[in-house]
């Protein structure tokens, strides 16, 4: 007996996320809060090194994210890859500022990073 009335939602954009907290009652200060969290996105990145990757996606995990990467990334036998990095848009921010914090190669992934987290309205 589902007493609940359980379903998934699509939430895609803030605008969805923001009327979809609001159709709950939240409190209007915790709407800008909670609507990045509540965006899930995957984002593929091309030509990034495997060594990249590694630190990438323990700096994701870190974050309660996920990245996927090659099988060969540990043995560093492909070089470069696409890896896909999943995550809300908070942690995806989030990563942003970790990645800041290593070499220039990554910081230039971070760079570019930022500038397309931008895009997500």
Same mark, same amino acid.
């Given at each position: 007996m589902a007493a609940?009335?359980?379903r998934f939602i699509s939430i895609d954009s803030f605008s969805a996320a923001k009327k979809e907290i609001e159709k709950v009652g939240s409190d209007p200060n915790s709407i800008? /809060?909670? =609507?990045?969290? =509540? /965006?899930? %996105? +995957? +984002? %593929?990145?091309?030509h990034v090194v495997l060594q990249d990757a590694i630190i990438i996606k323990q700096d994701m995990l870190s974050l309660g994210g996920e990245v996927a990467i090659p099988r060969e990334a540990f043995e560093l036998q492909k070089n470069p890859a &696409? /890896?896909?990095v999943m995550g809300t848009v908070t942690q995806h921010r989030e990563l942003v500022g970790k990645l800041q914090r290593h070499y220039?190669? /990554? %910081? =230039?992934? &971070? =760079?570019e990073l930022a500038v397309f987290l931008e895009k997500i309205s």
């Open positions: 609940h009335n359980l800008d /809060i909670m =609507a990045p969290k =509540a /965006i899930f %996105k +995957i +984002i %593929k990145l091309d &696409a /890896i896909l220039p190669r /990554i %910081k =230039a992934i &971070a =760079a």
